[in-house]
C-alpha cells in the first residue's frame, strides 16, 4: 500500500539558513498534517490543510509557513533557523480517520 | 486544548510478559490513534479505535469515550515490541490528533 512520502530524511543546516521540507501524501487522502518532534518529547502539531486549504493551526512559530500545491504535495518552510528547531518533523495524511504517518525529516540546526 | 495523558510513563519488562498501558483524556473525542514510536523514530499506526474494543496479534485496545480513558494491551511481550507508545486522541470539532506523553517500554530478553 502506497505510504506517506517525506524528503530529505536528514537535512543538516546552520543557524540562520533556510530549510525546505517536502510531503507527498497518501494518493486520495484529503488533509495533510505537520507535526514538530524535538528529543525526548510527544510530536507537536504544527498546521493542517484540507483540500490544499490551511484547517487548523498550532504553535507554529511565525518563521515557518506551510502550503499544499495544487498536486496535493505539501511544503514546510523554515526560515530563520535556530538551534531549538532541530527535531524530526512529520507529515501526516488521513481520509475520514485514521492518520497515517510519514517517516519524517531529522533537521539539525548547528 | 485536550489534555492527554499517560501512564505509566516508564516500564520495564521481561521478554514474554503482559502490559497495559492507560491514555487519560479530558474532552470528548470522535476519533483516537495508538502508535509505536520504534527506536529509529518511525510513528507506526497500531489501532484506530474511538470507541469499542479490538485486537490485532497480541495487542489489543479498549477506548471507553464516556469515561474518557483508553487502554493497549500487550502480551506475550518481545524484545521488537520496545519503544515508545503514543495514543493521539482527536477532540469532536477539532481537526489535529494532540499527542500523550508517551510510555517509553523496555523488553528485556
Known amino acids: 500500500a502506497a505510504g506517506v512520502i517525506q524528503s530529505p530524511r536528514h537535512l543538516i543546516k546552520e543557524k540562520r539558513e533556510t530549510a525546505t521540507l517536502k510531503c507527498y501524501p497518501i494518493?486520495?487522502?484529503?488533509?495533510v498534517y505537520w507535526y514538530q518532534q524535538g528529543p525526548g518529547q510527544d510530536p507537536q502539531f504544527l498546521i493542517s490543510?484540507?483540500?490544499?486549504?490551511?484547517?487548523d493551526k498550532g504553535s507554529i512559530p511565525d518563521r515557518f509557513s506551510a502550503q499544499q500545491f495544487s498536486d496535493y504535495h505539501s511544503e514546510l518552510n523554515m526560515s530563520s533557523l535556530e538551534l531549538g528547531d532541530s527535531a524530526l518533523y512529520f507529515c501526516a495524511s488521513s481520509l475520514t480517520g485514521t492518520a497515517t504517518f510519514g517517516p519524517g525529516t531529522r533537521l539539525t540546526v548547528t | 486544548g485536550i489534555q492527554v495523558e499517560q501512564s505509566p510513563p516508564d516500564l520495564i519488562l521481561q521478554e514474554g510478559a503482559n502490559s497495559t498501558l492507560r491514555c487519560n483524556f479530558s474532552?470528548?473525542?470522535?476519533?483516537l490513534q495508538w502508535f509505536h514510536q520504534n527506536p529509529w523514530g518511525q510513528l507506526i499506526n497500531l489501532f484506530y479505535?474511538?470507541?469499542g474494543t479490538k485486537q490485532n496479534g497480541r495487542l489489543s485496545a479498549t477506548t471507553v469515550a464516556t469515561e474518557r480513558y483508553s487502554l493497549l494491551y500487550i502480551s506475550s511481550s518481545q524484545t521488537t515490541d520496545s519503544g515508545v507508545y503514543f495514543c493521539?486522541?482527536?477532540?469532536?470539532?477539532?481537526?489535529?490528533?494532540?499527542f500523550g506523553t508517551g510510555t517509553r517500554l523496555t523488553i528485556i530478553p
Open positions: 474532552d470528548s473525542v470522535n476519533n
Open positions: 493521539a486522541p482527536r477532540r469532536v470539532g477539532n481537526e489535529k490528533l494532540t
Open positions: 479505535i474511538p470507541s
Open positions: 490543510f484540507y483540500e490544499k486549504m490551511q484547517s
Open positions: 494518493p486520495r487522502h484529503d488533509t
